[in-house]
């Protein structure tokens, strides 16, 4: 398929542990974002990568949160010592441009046991 | 401090009736609003949106009211069919440089046969 793919799909870890989520976005898509999507709640922005810049971070929780987005393409999601509060559905988005329509992928649901 | 905020967790329309539902937002800098949708376990699926120089854009069965002054904003589905039944979700997007959306908390659909 052509859509954004996500992986995993569900995480279970234990607390003080670091994962890597993953996204690949549309081809030929220049942004990518983050947002995460806690029990009950709305979608929260975590991290946009708009082509070369430098990317928006305004969103990231902590700085135990860092993302990559490696050849302008894949991009990575790292949560350091991960706390209870983490648990929530990762969900990466692409569109073509930064003000174009954003296209969401499956999500990441993390378990923070 | 919620910017974007669906104030109805929930609505039940009878199949064939009219859906409706609102969005209300706070930051007079959005300029463009849109509208997602949610099934179970995948990722939002863009329905519609509006820009802010616009007070009403239709789509099919879809069509989407903006008030400025009141600075909210409806979703009319009609009719309404099960395969509507979904988590609908409100966003608006900040002029200029800022290209995170800001979504509500969502309203989840369920449309009776």
């Known amino acids: 398929g052509a859509g954004v793919s996500q992986s995993p799909s569900n995480k279970v870890t234990e607390k003080g542990k670091d994962v890597e989520l993953r996204c690949d976005p549309i081809?030929?898509?220049?942004?990518l974002y983050w947002y995460r999507q806690s029990l009950g709640q709305g979608l929260e922005f975590l991290i946009y990568f708009q082509g070369n810049s430098a990317p928006d971070k305004s969103g990231l929780p902590s700085d135990r949160f860092s993302a990559e987005r490696t050849g302008g393409s894949v991009s990575t999601l790292t949560i350091q010592r991960t706390q209870q509060e983490d648990s929530a559905v990762y969900l990466c988005a692409s569109s073509f441009g930064g003000q174009d329509t954003q296209y969401f992928g499956p999500g990441t649901r993390l378990t923070v046991l | 401090d919620q910017q974007v905020k669906q104030n109805s967790p929930s609505l039940s329309v009878q199949e064939g009736r009219i859906s409706i539902l609102n969005c209300d937002y706070t930051?007079?800098?959005?300029?463009?609003f849109l509208w997602y949708k949610k099934y179970p376990a995948e990722g939002p699926t863009f329905l519609i949106s509006i820009s802010s120089i616009k007070d009403k854009n239709e789509d099919g069965r879809f069509t989407v009211f903006l008030n400025k002054s009141a600075k909210h904003l409806s979703l009319h589905i009609v009719p309404s069919q099960p395969g509507d039944s979904a988590v609908y979700f409100c966003a608006a997007r900040a002029i200029q440089g800022a290209q995170k959306l800001v979504f509500g908390q969502g309203t989840r659909l369920t449309i009776n046969p």
């Open positions: 081809s030929g898509h220049t942004a």
């Open positions: 930051n007079s800098m959005f300029d463009y």
